[in-house]
């Protein structure tokens, strides 16, 4: 966890041995007498105390609310310390929310409303779906809250007041067009690897790929394609049941690198890492890693922490001056690979590992 | 209940048991300490607008929890009611872009649910298969439909009648939605079927001991059948609910319905062995993950404390249940 | 002494084979208006075969069950109810965390009258509580209150209350499986007392028990089998203790002939 949170935990350990004596009152007083089951309630006290030591102080700060996917992605996480840090940097409160699994509409939908009762200033939002949020959106913006889209546009994109995204379908083209340009003139046998189906980023990356790549949706070069969540043990069982299927499979999309990294085992254990071309796009620490490693022929990076930063300076603007983003704010993508095309612009791993994200 | 007079090896319970006052007071105690832990560090808590925006984040697993009850009482499980929902939400939809028939879609759905409830009851009751078994089992087959039906996409739904429940009515400054009207009239509904018909008593003493609810002619098999069955038709409900509030069916949502609601029923006092608890113990239990979700994010507090919290609600609440079985053996 | 009642209940020849294992093997079985009748025997002597036969959990290979001079043939527990013979299980049937009342009518709710009860399914839990604690009364079993859940009584309290079921709702007779063998002392005698209350009401009551002073406390008459048929039918004034248990181990040869003496002696 990053430092503003642990000094946080610090001070309610504190308070929490402060408050022992209060506890035991309490139980007195609630005519609890057997002393095992008192300590049962004592969870209970435990509860009320982390709401006791962390009082909303935020009657002069900017509130922003950071809505993420979910917690279990490195990406998101990495996307939550940079703006908190960017947040501190400027004196005001973000407070993130997340998702439980990716397609958590409802958890998002209250994340929102709970963040609009809080008096957030403006919202971050990563919507799981391009349109399950959109009622919760524009109650905040109809109650004068800036909303900004992270990462994933909405659909209508003006649903939010502005999106900082990576292009996800300019991204899945350098991602194909790498994949093609590697092949040369071998036919193609594409294994895609795909996220979680109806995603408007997997639907963005997935398409984006076969236009790069130069072929349409139903091509018979796409030999196969199974959902993989983003999850790297769902990629290698994927991998592994299309390869059996498949074993004359010569490219793969993956959505992201843990799924990549899943499909890497698979070709390894089939003996053909020498016969597979494996992209991926996402562009984490890990992922730049398996590149400069040779697991990953190429990956297309994008810049969370810019969408972030830039997100929560918005918002901090918007809070002095009232002056809103608008539009589809592009935080760009980079292609990283250690065996470049000269007509492909394309940056090694060295300047990758300085400038991904986490 | 001066019961312990009798000498023998069995003795009677003491006086004042917190086990036994558990299952009607704890859940209401929990739920009144966080509200007024939260009403005193956060300004916004107590605003109307707020306390009915936490109603409103209650009902879809509110609604699914009831029928959750229903078979935790029994002695089973349900794994498959989030399932059942996203699916009936999914056909609705569906239906409704192609067909443009609101209310006969609504109706397909539900009876879809009812229809899975019939299959999930009679495997249940007639062959006597496990609850956690079969549940899981519809799990993976629903959630599999579903994303076939589906094709990869969610249907927006734009239809006044799917999305009826998610409108409001002004109560006392509170913004009420049809929804809350819907789950809280089911809460009624099931809470008078529970205490004041037969069938409600024997749905109790089913879980409570099923060879004695045999033997005293309790058409067992037949309770259990119609309580899946009845279970499925409120996850229909809910789909509708579901749809008020998030005008999107999305293949991909409730992915946890299952867990939320059987959270909630724990916490609500209900005893996972069945035959103990009550459908208001629910109704606060689902009350009390709302109110914590709502309360955090109000004292900008790190989400993952909620789950943190939850899970300690739910292994005392199994904990004091258990206590006070093991005093009553 | 009373007069001897008409036969209640009666059993012929009764056959009943497991594989190669004969459990009855031609026993008989009789039951007198106003009697206690106990059935005893040594484990696997087959009163327990001999007692599912009569409550219709078991159903047998040869011979004839009458019951008031009608043959009769039990295919499941639910018919002997509906004629008015209720069984208490050794395993108590009952629901723990249920109050007395509702247990008493488990199964046997009684509604309300009119709109209420047909439309509504409403109950009328104020008659049954009423009719509950009437029965209890009459039943001269004292219980601490009605709206206890049962799983917060005594075990002796707890038999009470499958007792009481089954003397509320037997039309004809009421058949006890060990009632009493968990119960402490006090706890038995309770039971015990109420088993004559019960006869005294004018129900016939079998009583399968191992424990011989219990039986020989309440009993009018002994049945007592072995290897799969009644070896004797006595009365605790004709034999004693010892003597019962030297026919049941087979120490001392039953006659069933100068049983039935014993019998009409009744």
């Known amino acids: 966890m990053h430092p503003p949170l642990l000094t946080h935990n610090g001070v309610s350990l504190s308070t929490n041995l402060f408050t022992q004596q209060a506890k035991c009152c309490s139980k007195r007083f609630l005519g609890i007498r057997n002393k095992n089951k008192g300590l049962l309630l004592a969870p209970l006290f435990l509860a009320a105390l982390i709401g006791m030591c962390s009082q909303a102080r935020a009657a002069d700060q900017t509130i922003i609310g950071l809505v993420t996917k979910t917690e279990v992605n490195p990406y998101f996480v990495k996307l939550r310390q940079a703006a908190t840090a960017e947040a501190e940097k400027h004196g005001a409160k973000l407070i993130p929310r997340f ?37 919760a959106v524009k109650k905040a913006r109809d109650k004068g809250i800036l909303v900004i889209a992270l990462d994933t546009a909405t659909d209508p994109l003006d649903a939010v007041d502005a999106t900082l995204a990576t292009d996800n379908f300019e991204a899945g083209v350098k991602q194909g067009e790498y994949a093609r340009k590697t092949l040369g003139n071998k036919t193609p046998k594409l294994a895609m690897l795909d996220g979680t189906p109806g995603g408007t980023v997997d639907t963005l990356r997935h398409n984006g790929f076969l236009k790069g790549f130069g072929i349409k949706e139903g091509d018979p070069a796409i030999v196969g394609k199974q959902i993989t969540h983003g999850a790297q043990d769902e990629g290698q069982t994927a991998m592994e049941n299309l390869l059996s299927a498949h074993p004359d499979i010569n490219v793969v999309y993956t959505i992201n690198e843990p799924a990549a990294e899943g499909a890497y085992a698979a070709i390894k254990a089939a003996g053909k890492t020498n016969d597979i071309v494996l992209t991926s796009i996402d562009g984490g620490r890990l992922g730049v890693e398996y590149v400069k490693g040779g697991k990953i022929a190429a990956t297309v990076m994008q810049f969370p922490k810019i969408m972030a930063t830039r997100g929560v300076d918005y918002v901090v603007d918007y809070a002095k001056d009232g002056k809103k983003p608008t539009g589809f704010i592009n935080t760009g993508s980079q292609l990283i690979t250690d065996k470049p095309f000269p007509d492909l612009p394309s940056k090694d791993t060295k300047w990758g590992l300085e400038n991904c994200w986490g | 209940m001066s019961v312990g007079t009798l000498p023998g090896p ?29 009403s005193f560090s956060t300004r916004t808590f107590l605003a109307a607008g707020n306390l009915s925006l936490i109603v409103q984040q209650s009902v879809i697993v509110g609604t699914l929890s009831i029928g959750q009850t229903l078979i935790i009482l029994t002695g089973g499980i349900d794994l498959a009611n989030g399932a059942i929902t996203v699916l009936a939400t999914i056909v609705a939809g569906r239906l409704v872009n192609d067909q443009n028939n609101p209310a006969l879609s609504l109706l397909f759905a539900i009876v879809i649910c009812i229809f899975i409830g019939l299959l999930v009851g009679l495997l249940i009751s007639r062959l006597g298969l496990p609850p956690f078994i079969v549940t899981l089992g519809f ?53 008078y079927l ?41 996850y229909g409900v809910a789909a509708w609910l579901a749809l008020g509030r998030i005008p999107n069916a999305d293949p991909n949502a409730l992915q946890n319905g299952n867990l939320d609601s059987i959270t909630a029923v724990v916490i609500g006092g209900t005893s996972l062995f069945g035959g103990r608890g009550n459908i208001w113990g629910t109704l606060t239990g689902t009350l009390i993950v709302s109110v914590l979700r709502n309360g955090l994010t109000l004292s900008g507090i790190d989400p993952l404390w909620q789950d943190l919290v939850t899970g300690i609600l739910v292994i005392s609440a199994v904990a004091l249940d258990q206590i006070s079985r093991r005093k009553q053996r | 002494m009373p007069t001897p009642g008409k036969i209640v209940l009666e059993a012929r020849r009764i056959v009943k084979r497991y594989g190669h294992v004969t459990a009855l093997n031609g026993a008989d079985l009789e039951l007198r208006a106003g009697e206690v009748l106990a059935v005893v025997g040594d ?57 007395i009342a509702t247990n008493l009518f488990l199964g046997r709710e009684i509604r309300c009258e009119g709109a209420l009860g047909f439309w509504f399914r409403r109950l009328d839990k104020g008659r049954m509580r009423r009719e509950a604690e009437q029965e209890m009364r009459a039943l001269k079993f004292h219980l601490p209150s009605i709206d206890s859940a049962v799983e917060n009584l005594s075990g002796g309290q707890r038999q009470g209350v499958a007792v009481a079921r089954a003397a509320i709702f037997a039309k004809r007779l009421v058949i006890m499986d060990e009632p009493t063998a968990a119960l402490g002392v006090r706890e038995s005698g309770q039971v015990l007392n109420l088993i004559r209350t019960i006869r005294d009401r004018g129900l016939p009551v079998i009583l399968i028990s191992h424990n011989m002073p219990h039986v020989f406390e309440v009993a009018d008459r002994i049945h007592i089998m072995r290897l799969g048929r009644r070896v004797a039918l006595t009365n605790p004034q004709r034999h004693t203790m010892a003597q019962v248990v030297a026919i049941m181990t087979g120490a001392v040869p039953g006659d069933e002939t100068s049983a039935n003496a014993a019998a009409d002696s009744f």
């Open chain 2, 10 to 38: 069995r003795r009677g319970v003491q006086p004042v048991s917190l086990g036994s006052a558990w299952p009607t007071l704890g859940p209401l105690l929990v739920l009144f300490v966080f509200s007024a832990v939260f």
């Open chain 2, 139 to 191: 799990l993976g087959i629903v959630t599999a439909a579903t994303r076939l039906i589906a094709q990869g996409g969610a249907f927006p739904v734009t239809d006044d009648l799917l999305s009826w429940t998610g409108n409001a009515f002004n109560l006392g400054g509170a913004a009420v939605t049809y929804g809350t009207v819907v789950m809280i009239g089911l809460y009624l509904l099931v809470s």
């Open chain 1, 99 to 135: 998702g439980k699994f990716d397609g958590d509409n409802e958890g998002q939908v209250a994340a929102i409303e709970n963040l609009i009762s809080a008096g957030a200033k403006g919202i971050l939002i990563t919507p799981n779906n391009s349109t399950g949020v959109l009622g």
């Open chain 2, 194 to 234: 529970l205490t004041q018909t037969a069938w409600g008593r024997h749905i109790y003493a089913i879980g409570n001991n099923r060879e004695a609810a045999r033997l005293v002619g309790i058409p067992v098999q037949n309770r259990l059948l119609s309580v899946y069955c009845f279970a499925a038709l409120l």
């Open chain 3, 43 to 99: 484990n696997g002597a087959g009163k327990s075969t001999m007692i599912k036969v009569l409550c219709g959990a078991v159903i047998p290979d040869e011979g004839e069950v009458i019951l008031d001079g009608q043959p009769v043939r039990f295919h499941n527990p639910l018919e002997p109810r509906k004629l008015g013979i209720e069984t208490v299980f050794q395993d108590l049937a009952v629901a723990p965390a249920l109050d």
